[in-house]
């Protein structure tokens, strides 16, 4: 009676009313699992209690149910949710869904995640993937069900030794052919890539504006111009900024333009049809809400395609909003940093610190000494000389 070892996990073994219990503690630490053992069996001796002791561990597909739909659906983004379904319906279910909660093993889970990586799946793919595992079996403790979290901690035997993907990023004359091109075929778009281009928003800030964000000024000189970043729309629905924290977008003179014609053509529509005032929304879709990415992706990819540029994402918007301020434009990296909505200037450093090659070549070019002796024929270079000790 007591604690065994099974497959690197202690398990319980006792009597209890004339029946023999047999449980895994959920961890393969011994004091750990005689904590779980005196629980257990001081629960049973609780007459209010005897019932919860014994109670069926539910098995993974069983809680991974019910952990997406009460506690995901009700705690994180839509975005996320979709992703932690996807990756618990193609990866996870699959691998772990039979078992119960309390027979899955730290070495289990490790296995898994080196087995991902085997098949093709890159190092930041698989740490997603068991930051999905590892919440679930947190809310699981916080329900008594396990003794600890066996994916805790996984995530650190893993190393990404690929090479990093390259941003792909259009110049400033790339964009603004882009942008001729949309206002040339696809006007109603227009203010919308506007935006993405000369912001540097995510796709779904810029969804979810409205006209009470934009801060226009007295006019053009007045510097007091700025978008305030409140909300983003993913996947149909409003939600916070991705850091949860709002900030404010300076507004350059040519986007103040755009937004003030566009505004006026909105306010000459709704004269038409004989409303009182134009949809708070900034760019609303057929039904008055939001537009929906997909339009986002469809004008990107035509107006790509008729202006002769390389295909890119509509997230690379931003990617080539933060090289031009950077590498052409020469913006300070702090500023750069703050309305990118970065976490810290480390990271927007981390993410653009690498420009393409020939990107910085002019900066090179310009560090020009008038007194520095370029002709090489004035050169001396002393004979015998292989180390600086010897001259």
Not at 17 to 24: L, P
Not at 80 to 97: C, D, N, Q, W
Not at 107 to 134: C, M, Q
């Amino acid at each position: 009676m007591g604690l065994y070892r099974r497959g690197g996990t202690w398990w319980m073994n006792f009597r209890y009313g004339g029946t023999q219990v047999r449980r895994s503690t959920g961890t393969e630490n011994r004091r750990m699992a005689e904590d779980v053992l005196v629980k257990t069996r001081a629960a049973l001796l609780d007459p209010a209690r005897p019932e919860e002791a014994l109670r069926e561990v539910p098995n993974v597909s069983e809680f991974g149910a019910k952990w997406l739909d009460v506690y995901a659906e009700g705690m994180l983004k839509p975005s996320t949710v979709k992703g932690y379904r996807e990756t618990f319906r193609r990866l996870i279910e699959p691998e772990f869904g039979g078992l119960r909660l309390d027979e899955v093993r730290k070495a289990d889970v490790k296995a898994f995640a080196l087995g991902l990586r085997t098949k093709g799946l890159s190092a930041k793919t698989v740490k997603n993937v068991l930051a999905a595992l590892s919440v679930m079996f947190t809310h699981a403790a916080e329900d008594d069900l396990v003794a600890a979290n066996p994916a805790a901690g996984i995530r650190r035997v893993l190393r990404d030794g690929g090479k990093k993907q390259e941003i792909s990023a259009l110049s400033l004359a790339e964009v603004e052919t882009l942008l001729a091109r949309v206002r040339e075929h696809y006007p109603r778009y227009y203010p919308l890539l506007s935006t993405l281009a000369m912001t540097g928003m995510r796709c779904g800030e810029a969804l979810g504006l409205k006209w009470g964000d934009v801060q226009f000024g007295r006019d053009e000189n007045d510097p007091n111009r700025y978008i305030r970043i409140e909300r983003g729309y993913v996947l149909s629905r409003y939600t916070t900024p991705k850091n949860g924290k709002s900030r404010k977008v300076d507004l350059g003179l040519d986007l103040r333009r755009i937004f003030l014609a566009y505004k006026e053509k909105l306010e000459a529509r709704m004269i038409v049809e004989g409303k009182a005032e134009i949809n708070p929304v900034m760019f609303p879709g057929p039904e008055g809400r939001p537009l929906d990415k997909s339009f986002i992706r469809w004008v990107l990819h035509k107006a790509l395609a008729k202006a002769g540029l390389r295909q890119i994402r509509p997230h690379d918007l931003r990617h080539s909003w933060a090289s031009i301020q950077l590498y052409e434009l020469h913006a300070p990296i702090q500023w750069v940093s703050s309305q990118l909505g970065h976490s810290s200037v480390g990271f927007t450093t981390a993410v653009y610190g690498h420009p393409a090659i020939g990107r910085c070549i002019e900066s090179a070019d310009r560090f020009h000494c008038d007194k520095v002796i370029t002709n090489c024929d004035n050169f001396t270079v002393p004979n015998g000389v292989t180390h600086w000790k010897d001259r």
